[in-house]
Each structure stands twice: as structure tokens, then as C-alpha cells.
């Protein structure tokens, strides 16, 4: 079983950047997409963005443009670079498997100050 670790968040002012990385204990590349979500408080958890094992993304709309999703099958570990955050982008990130409704982790988390 393929155990997934978020890393990388923090707190940073609007308009800065953080680079997220999911590392796995396992292979991803079975895996067709990969995603990263997010759940701010007293919000449903959203997808973000997804990647495929080829390299083909998806973005939501609320981040098209200003997040970057990759990853690299060699390493096994998918990243997210956001850039021009917000504090509408505060929200615990978390990465797993498209689409799924398995264990979820315990995330990192991103605070946007203005």
C-alpha cells in the first residue's frame, strides 16, 4: 500500500509563492492521476489540480494560472507550485489518487496573510 506525505506549507503574505511536495513510501505511476486537493475551514474538500502519469493537467478554475502541478515517476513525488496566493488559497493541501475515497492524510498547511 502506497503511503503518501505532504510537505512544504507555511505561512506566507499575499502574493507570495510555496512549493508543495507528496512524497510516497511506493510507486505512483500506477496511479493514472494524481491530485492535489484542499479543505479550508467550514469548506468541502476540493481538487485543485490533477496530473496524469503521461504529464497531462487540470486546474481549477480558482487557481488556473497560478499553480503549477508536476511530477516526477522516478522519485515518486508529485509537487504543486503555487504563485500570486491569497488568503482565499488558505486551506489544509492535501495529495492523493484521482479519483478517491480512501485514507486521507494529515495534509500541510497553507496560511495566506494580507
Known amino acids: 500500500q502506497v503511503q503518501l506525505v505532504e510537505s512544504g506549507g507555511g505561512l506566507v503574505q499575499a502574493g507570495g509563492s510555496l512549493r508543495l511536495s507528496c512524497a510516497a513510501s511506493?510507486?505512483?505511476?500506477?496511479?493514472?492521476?494524481m491530485g492535489w486537493y484542499r479543505q479550508a475551514p467550514g469548506k468541502q474538500r476540493e481538487l485543485v489540480a490533477r496530473?496524469?502519469?503521461?504529464?497531462?493537467?487540470d486546474y481549477a478554475d480558482s487557481v488556473k494560472g497560478r499553480f503549477t502541478i508536476s511530477r516526477d515517476n522516478a522519485k515518486n513525488t508529485v509537487y504543486l507550485q503555487m504563485n500570486s496566493l491569497t488568503p482565499q488559497d488558505t486551506a489544509v493541501y492535501y495529495c492523493?489518487?484521482?479519483?478517491?475515497?480512501?485514507?486521507w492524510g494529515q495534509g500541510t498547511q497553507v496560511t495566506v496573510s494580507t
Open positions: 492523493n489518487p484521482w479519483p478517491w475515497g480512501g485514507y
Open positions: 511506493g510507486t505512483i505511476f500506477k496511479f493514472n492521476y
Open positions: 496530473i496524469t502519469s503521461g504529464g497531462s493537467t
